[in-house]
């Protein structure tokens, strides 16, 4: 069956830096754009990143452009989140999502990690 | 603008139909997509497309559009649909994602 598993949150001190991962199955990852998607304690979603299924496209939210690179490994089946100059607004549980790129829809989320800014 | 507007909560009687709208003017060109998200869980895809239901969502589910609205209609709600529910698009460039503030949907 289709599974995303997110992994490498925890805490961070502000102003460093965090690699988010996502490990792929059940599908032709290489076929397909991904998301990373996060929520803030309390709060709701959030749009972050999207790239294409070759890597070769990738667009942000204005919240974390600069800082935030999203990208692939199609070999591992793994997308990644590198998020530098962290922020104490960067809080939140972080998703991945296979891109539905006809519909423009999310269709399959992993169960999400939790990043945590404070010092 | 390419934000997407929800009313905060709504409520439902067991059994009786409630419509959830989202609000955005890159509604016209993109279509609108719909996920639940139960608490402490990870968000679901209720409604993508022209009112496509993924395998697995109950038939209760639909969604429709006019003009700068997306809908999301349960009819016959059930104590199961209570959760957040939240709209997604494209935004003015189509490259992006929008999400609306979500819908806190309590079934009485």
């Known amino acids: 069956q289709v599974q995303l598993v997110e992994s490498g949150g925890g805490v961070v001190q502000p102003g460093r830096s965090l690699r988010l991962s996502c490990a792929a199955s059940g599908f032709t990852f290489s076929s397909y754009g991904m998301h990373w998607v996060r929520q803030a304690p309390g709060k709701g979603l959030e749009w972050v990143a999207v790239i294409s299924y070759a890597g070769s496209n990738t667009y942000y939210a204005d919240s974390v452009k600069g800082r935030f690179t999203i990208s692939r490994d199609n070999s591992k089946n793994t997308l990644y989140l590198q998020m530098n100059s962290l922020r104490a607004e960067d809080t939140a549980v972080y998703y991945c999502a296979i891109d539905e790129n006809y519909y423009g829809s999310l269709d399959v989320w992993g169960q999400g990690t939790t990043v945590t800014v404070s010092s | 603008s390419s934000e997407l507007t929800q009313d905060p909560a709504v409520s439902v009687a067991l059994g009786q139909t409630v419509r959830i709208t989202c609000q955005g003017d890159n509604l016209r060109n993109y279509y609108a997509s719909w996920y639940q998200q139960k608490a402490g869980q990870a968000p679901v895809v209720v409604i993508y497309?022209?009112?496509k239901r993924p395998s697995g969502i109950p038939d209760r589910f639909s969604g429709s559009s006019s003009g700068n609205t997306a809908s999301l209609t349960i009819t016959g709600a059930q104590a199961e649909d209570e959760a957040d529910y939240y709209c997604?698009?494209?935004?003015?460039?189509?490259?992006?994602?929008?999400f609306g503030g979500g819908t806190k949907v309590t079934v009485l």
């Open positions: 997604n698009s494209r935004d003015s460039s189509g490259n992006h994602r929008v």
């Open positions: 497309g022209k009112n």
